[in-house]
T-cell receptor, first 111, second 110 residues
Framework: NAGVTQTPKFRILKIGQSMTLQCAQD?????MYWYRQDPGMGLKLIYY???????DKGEVPNGYNVSRSTTEDFPLRLELAAPSQTSVYFC??????????FGPGTRLTVL | QKEVEQNSGPLSVPEGAIASLNCTYS??????FFWYRQYSGKSPELIMF????GDKEDGRFTAQLNKASQYVSLLIRDSQPSDSATYLC??????????FGAGTILRVKS
């Protein structure tokens, strides 16, 4: 199993551009999550999903959108990128109320 | 929003010593607690989870939970330089959402 995969690993965006961060898991987990981590800070939940077709906001959802059309994939969309969205983004998945497994992260810089 | 508090450190311990990492949480109803380790530039990886009051041991790691005091800790025995990392405490909220503390930086000096 590859576990949780994320693409791209690094990306530089200009202010106002848009992009989609990809996340996929092959563990048949129902729950998937998107976090951001700013330097020296813990992880903040952006959005999460409890299954295909079901998503909900986390603590910091503004400026982001998600969709969950399949169990495996949970892309995160950034519209109109802003410098405040410069961060490291982690995707995670879990089975029910179990351990969350994290992907390797995407380091995003908005200039 | 539930809160999880950790001392940011850095906590410096000599090789072979016991490292003690502490975490407090605000929601008295919280039931599940996790410790993740994060090396610089890497993703978090689970070390231990604990659900019941008392101690839970796994190798050199011991998690301690005191729900009355809303306190959870992680002890690392015989600390090694490879244990140097940031340790994140996380508490499970309703909806299977984790709330993370900001993390404690641990430095083990040889």
């Amino acid at each position: 199993n590859a576990g949780v995969t994320q693409t791209p690993k690094f990306r530089i965006l200009k202010i106002g551009q848009s992009m989609t961060l990809q996340c996929a898991q092959d563990m048949n987990h129902n729950y998937m999550y998107w976090y951001r981590q700013d330097p020296g800070m813990g992880l903040k939940l952006i959005y999460y999903s409890v299954g295909a077709g079901i998503t909900d906001k986390g603590e910091v959802p503004n400026g982001y959108n998600v969709s969950r059309s399949t169990t495996e994939d949970f892309p995160l969309r950034l519209e109109l990128a802003a410098p405040s969205q410069t961060s490291v983004y982690f995707c995670a998945s879990s089975h029910q109320k179990d351990t969350q497994y994290f992907g390797p992260g995407t380091r995003l810089t908005v200039l | 929003q539930k809160e999880v508090e950790q001392n940011s450190g850095p906590l410096s311990v000599p090789e072979g010593a016991i490292a003690s990492l502490n975490c407090t949480y605000s929601d008295r109803g919280s039931q599940s607690f996790f410790w993740y380790r994060q090396y610089s530039g890497k993703s978090p990886e689970l070390i231990m989870f604990i659900y019941s009051n008392g101690d839970k041991e796994d190798g050199r790691f011991t998690a301690q939970l005191n729900k009355a005091s809303q306190y959870v800790s992680l002890l690392i025995r015989d600390s090694q330089p490879s244990d140097s990392a940031t340790y994140l405490c996380a508490v499970l909220e309703y909806g299977n959402k984790l709330v993370f503390g900001a993390g404690t930086i641990l430095r083990v000096k040889s």
